[in-house]
Nanobody
Framework: QVQFVESGGGLVQAGGSLRLSCVAP???????????MGWYRQVPGNQRELVAS???????NYADSVKGRFTISRNNSRKTMYLQMNSLKPEDTAVYFC?????????WGRGTQVSVSS
């Protein structure tokens, strides 16, 4: 298995919070720490978009649509990345994926569904 495994999605009301987790596959745990990583989301019919990124050194960047509401972090010892999502909006509804910033094809997992009701 070489895909990242995402979890933590669910159905929440607008204004609520969720914390997503992304676990690196065993095949790449030895090289996870130097990887620049990102959280992506996709709505059916739309292209996948990058919402947050974190470099190997911990520098973060956010899409304007989530800035101030989402926080990306990583725990290199656990080979895990997180996305804390607060003040969720209905427009945040999507399937959320994690991958390297190079968007390595083989690493795409199944994603985790986030649904926000108004």
């Amino acid at each position: 298995q070489v895909q990242f495994v995402e979890s933590g999605g669910g159905l929440v009301q607008a204004g609520g919070s969720l914390r997503l987790s992304c676990v690196a596959p065993r095949a790449i745990t030895s090289v996870f720490n130097p990887l620049d990583m990102g959280w992506y989301r996709q709505v059916p019919g739309n292209q996948r978009e990058l919402v947050a990124s974190i470099t190997s050194r911990g520098h973060t960047n956010y899409a304007d649509s989530v800035k101030g509401r989402f926080t990306i972090s990583r725990n290199n010892s656990r080979k895990t990345m997180y996305l804390q999502m607060n003040s969720l909006k209905p427009e945040d509804t999507a399937v959320y994926f994690c991958n390297t910033l190079r968007q390595t094809t083989d690493y795409w997992g199944r994603g985790t569904q986030v649904s926000v009701s108004s």
